[in-house]
């Protein structure tokens, strides 16, 4: 932790100038337009000393380019931290921004379900405009990129997938979409959703296919075959990602987490599969957790957990350890299945911290750490380490240090996305 606290943050304002702080006295007539570059002056990257970042071409340098075109922007003190990713969000549930809509009792999944389609039905904004909506504040919040899963059932078609893909082409530029057609309501036990998992994969619209629980909840009573071979043979055939739910907890959990591992060998498709909740590892400790982080780490298969509770986040730090790529996301944000929730994987971090009962400074970063470089490496992107060569992805708030952001959540000042500003205090610009 720094020994001192900064000076009184100033509104963060561009003074556009050349690269050599004087204006020449000739402009020559070249050919193409110059190079440009940001620089923004003042600002503490990790909370530590004050300095300047360099962004050209959307990335970080060490200097500004002979000859650029030069953008200055005064940091007056800030910390600057990493841009976060939401491995795991549904956008076409939320009602995020609509009027409030009192939820009812709920028990199993088939009832959350149930509830999904009678909001669905509710709602007067098209489920474009509320992905748009949640992503933009996503994105304003600080998020570079997010996993996004869209219902596919009988009861909606391809209107959720469609949706959200519209929403991501809106904000391209601002914030990375991966887009996962999820069969919510089940392959198995619910006539058309697998037709209809095969028209979102060849659509060109997702990036994955999901799944969601072939023991506890999809299922005929004859295994988890039917499920997890469909989702397999169609992921391999489009050349696409799975991403399954997993919420069941011990043997019933497992044993559909051993089928997918085999699976994902048998096939080739290490590092391209991911495992949501994964309730049944959460549950898991000592020899037992080390075998399981063993099996998913040879056959590449990630995780994802959502920070719920004590009892369902994901041993991420003993699991990366052991070499499993663990993402933090936001899950459900103000939908049927909870009236909580709001896009703010920083707040998100503070949920991981809380519900592991962490206070030191190196287990709060680690938190940050999750939500930053775990949701990265989770999507194939790049760090935003604010090292040179990086991308120029970071976001500037006011405070000392980076596990009193993750305790204080301040505003974003300012959200930088490729070397721009595409937010500030708390709104897309």
Same mark, same amino acid.
Not at 5 to 19: D, E, G, I, N, Y
Not at 405 to 410: E, G, H, I, S
């Given at each position: ?9 100033s ?8 690269a ?51 953008e ?10 990493p841009?976060?990713?939401d *491995?795991h969000?549904?956008?076409d ?6 009027p409030?809509r ?7 999944i088939?009832?959350?379900v149930a509830g999904?389609?009678e909001l669905a ?8 405009e ?19 899963h869209a ?15 519209d929403a ?15 069969p ?6 619910t006539?058309?959703v ?5 028209e *979102? ?8 296919i ?28 489009h ?17 559909p987490?051993?089928?997918?591992a ?28 080390d075998e399981?982080?063993d099996?998913?780490?040879?056959a ?5 957990t ?25 899950d459900?944000?103000?939908d049927?299945w ?24 190196e287990?709060l ?6 939500? *930053? ?16 060569g990086s ?28 070397g721009?500003?595409v937010?500030r205090?708390g709104r897309?610009?």
């Amino acid at each position: 932790m720094l020994p001192h606290c900064p000076r009184r943050a100033s509104p963060l304002l561009p003074h556009p100038f050349p690269a050599a702080d004087v204006a020449p006295e000739e402009t020559p007539v070249t050919p193409s337009r110059p190079r440009t570059a940001t620089l923004f002056h003042d600002v503490r990257p990790f909370g530590g000393p004050a300095g300047d970042l360099i962004a050209v071409d959307g990335v970080l340098v060490t200097e500004v380019p002979e000859g650029a075109v030069v953008e200055r922007i005064d940091g007056a003190g800030r910390l600057a931290l990493p841009t976060l990713v939401d *491995a795991h969000i549904h956008p076409d549930k939320t009602s995020w921004g609509e009027p409030w809509r009192s939820r009812r009792p709920a028990e199993g999944i088939a009832e959350y379900v149930a509830g999904d389609v009678e909001l669905a039905r509710a709602l007067p904004t098209p489920v474009g405009e509320r992905a748009l909506r949640l992503m933009s504040h996503a994105a304003a919040q600080g998020t570079r990129a997010m996993r996004a899963h869209a219902d596919v059932a009988p009861a909606y078609g391809l209107s959720g997938i469609e949706g959200v893909a519209d929403a991501a082409a809106k904000l391209a530029g601002i914030v990375d979409v991966e887009l996962v057609a999820f069969p919510q309501h089940g392959v198995v036990r619910t006539p058309g959703v697998a037709e209809l998992l095969a028209e *979102a994969a060849a659509s060109g619209l997702v990036t994955h296919i999901g799944g969601i629980d072939p023991a506890g909840f999809d299922t005929t009573g004859e295994g988890t075959g039917d499920q997890l071979g469909t989702v397999f043979a169609l992921a391999e055939k489009h050349g696409l990602g799975l991403d399954i739910h997993l919420h069941d907890r011990g043997e019933q959990g497992l044993a559909p987490l051993r089928d997918i591992a085999a699976r994902t060998r048998a096939l080739g498709l290490q590092g391209r599969v991911s495992v949501a909740h994964a309730f049944a590892v959460a549950g898991l400790s000592g020899r037992e957790l080390d075998e399981t982080a063993d099996l998913l780490a040879e056959a590449g298969i990630a995780l994802t957990t959502v920070a719920l509770s004590v009892t369902t986040i994901l041993p991420f730090r003993r699991l990366a350890e052991r070499g499993v790529r663990v993402g933090l996301g936001s899950d459900g944000v103000r939908d049927n299945w909870s009236p909580f929730g709001n896009a703010d994987m920083l707040h998100r971090a503070w949920l991981a911290a809380w519900a592991l009962d962490l206070r030191l400074d190196e287990e709060l970063e680690a938190c940050f750490r999750l939500a *930053a470089d775990g949701g990265a490496d989770l999507l194939g992107l790049p760090k935003a380490d604010l090292r040179p060569g990086s991308p120029a992805d970071f976001m500037l708030v006011d405070g000392e240090c980076l596990p009193q952001a993750v305790v204080d959540l301040p505003r974003r000042d300012a959200v930088v996305r490729g070397g721009r500003v595409v937010a500030r205090d708390g709104r897309l610009v």
